[in-house]
């Protein structure tokens, strides 16, 4: 019986694979670029979120995958298109590190100041997880950062964490973005 239930949870978590988003869920989870343009080809919806709400490109933001983003993009994925307390793939990558893929998104439009359901944007989700790069970079841009300290300052209260992502925002804002910080904390 547990046997029957291991091959049946594997083909019940294949199919989801191979199903969720839009149709491009194996290959987009491999990296496989030419299989997710065909399949795009074929009419795999880039826009379309599986059953967690992820879209496409929110796993390739995730992974850090520059390709996959890249051809997501130029077959027409929407940058700003989000989930929840996911938020939009700008903060997936953000909040996970992958500068290239954040600068892509935002030269492709992604909005700096988009916020999640729980009001989050990906400056602070940056500043959080101590991505220095990419707090400079999402400030240059133009992401709200009094808002973000403010946000930062009650949505996590104190600690010493948050003392430093509200730090390293107010130490871009000091040295007019010009300053050598720790890329994780």
């Known amino acids: 019986m547990k046997r029957l239930f291991l091959s049946i949870s594997a083909i019940?978590?294949?199919?989801?694979?191979?199903?969720?988003?839009?149709?491009?869920?194996?290959?987009?989870?491999?990296?496989?670029?030419?299989?997710?343009?065909?399949?795009?080809?074929?009419?795999?919806?880039?826009?379309?979120?599986?059953?967690?709400?992820f879209t496409p490109l929110m796993y390739s933001a995730k992974a850090g995958d520059v390709a996959m983003v890249q051809l997501l993009v130029e077959r027409g994925a929407d940058v700003n298109k989000g989930s929840g307390m996911h938020g939009t793939p700008l903060m997936l990558a953000a909040a996970l590190g992958h500068a290239k893929v954040a600068a892509l998104l935002l030269e492709k439009g992604a909005d700096v100041n988009?916020?999640?359901?729980?009001?989050?944007?990906?400056?602070?989700?940056?500043?959080?997880?101590?991505?220095?790069?990419?707090?400079?970079?999402?400030?240059?841009?133009?992401?709200?950062?009094?808002?973000?300290?403010?946000n930062l300052k009650s949505f996590f209260r104190t600690g010493e964490k948050t003392d430093k992502a509200v730090a390293l925002i107010e130490s871009f804002l000091r040295a007019g973005g010009a300053i050598e910080a720790p890329h994780s904390f």
């Open 12 to 53: 019940v978590l294949l199919g989801l694979l191979n199903g969720c988003s839009g149709g491009l869920g194996m290959p987009l989870s491999k990296g496989d670029v030419d299989e997710v343009s065909r399949r795009i080809d074929q009419g795999a919806d880039v826009n379309e979120a599986d059953f967690v709400g």
């Open 114 to 150: 988009a916020r999640n359901t729980m009001g989050q944007t990906a400056l602070e989700r940056a500043a959080y997880e101590g991505h220095a790069a990419i707090v400079k970079m999402l400030l240059d841009k133009g992401a709200d950062a009094d808002q973000a300290i403010e």
